[in-house]
T-cell receptor, first 115, second 110 residues
Framework: EAEVAQSPRYKITEKSQAVAFWCDPI?????LYWYRQILGQGPELLVQ????????DSQLPKDRFSAERLKGVDSTLKIQPAELGDSAMYLC?????????????FGEGSWLTVV | GENVEQHPSTLSVQEGDSAVIKCTYS??????FPWYKQELGKRPQLIID???NVGEKKDQRIAVTLNKTAKHFSLHITETQPEDSAVYFC?????????WGAGTKLIIKP
């Protein structure tokens, strides 16, 4: 069964350092999402891509977070500089089409701890 | 915009009993309602979904009902088992967005 691939699975970084996460969606999935999930809370959408275009980044803290999906396939989420409050699980997800009713499949997530 | 409320935040049931989690939504344009299960430290996984042209959907011990008039939908789990312990999230989709509920922690007591 095809899966969304993410790396690294775990990352510990010091405050003010840069950190990057990579995601490879299910083959053929045009829509890619990055979510942040703080322990005990629900997933929060950071950015949504349709192919290489950003569809929604209204909740992305753009002063320190950036995301790109240059060729419309894999994607990178970067945080610079990292802050203590960024400690969370970063989930990448994909779906086959943009629009309501398309199942979203999640990767295993990247756990970030900022010390 | 769409708002999804989920209740209860925590639900404790005896093993073998049924569990019901309820969600309400605000945007009548929402037409897709998935439910995700998330075990501790793992990713959310889709367990069942329903579209607005259907009132009920069942998959073995899990069922979802949708009342479009009242704008609410519910997850029903029958004959609960220890492996059902997890956090359950409902969501509603009015367009390309998926709006999530806050989650329900389901505890199955032996």
């Amino acid at each position: 069964e095809a899966e969304v691939a993410q790396s690294p699975r775990y990352k510990i970084t010091e405050k003010s350092q840069a950190v990057a996460f990579w995601c490879d969606p299910i083959s053929g999935h045009a829509t890619l999402y990055w979510y942040r999930q703080i322990l005990g809370q629900g997933p929060e959408l950071l950015v949504q891509f349709q192919d290489e275009s950003v569809v929604d980044d209204s909740q992305l803290p753009k002063d320190r977070f950036s995301a790109e999906r240059l060729k419309g396939v894999d994607s990178t989420l970067k945080i610079q500089p990292a802050e203590l409050g960024d400690s969370a699980m970063y989930l990448c997800a994909s779906s086959s089409l943009l629009g309501s009713g398309n199942t979203i499949y999640f990767g295993e997530g990247s756990w970030l701890t900022v010390v | 915009g769409e708002n999804v409320e989920q209740h209860p935040s925590t639900l404790s049931v005896q093993e073998g009993d049924s569990a019901v989690i309820k969600c309400t939504y605000s945007d009548s344009a929402s037409n897709y309602f998935p439910w995700y299960k998330q075990e501790l430290g793992k990713r959310p996984q889709l367990i069942i979904d329903i579209r607005s042209n259907v009132g009920e959907k069942k998959d073995q011990r899990i069922a979802v009902t949708l009342n479009k008039t009242a704008k609410h939908f519910s997850l029903h789990i029958t004959e609960t088992q220890p492996e059902d312990s997890a956090v359950y999230f409902c969501a509603a989709s009015p367009n390309y967005q998926l709006i999530w509920g806050a989650g329900t922690k389901l505890i199955i007591k032996p």
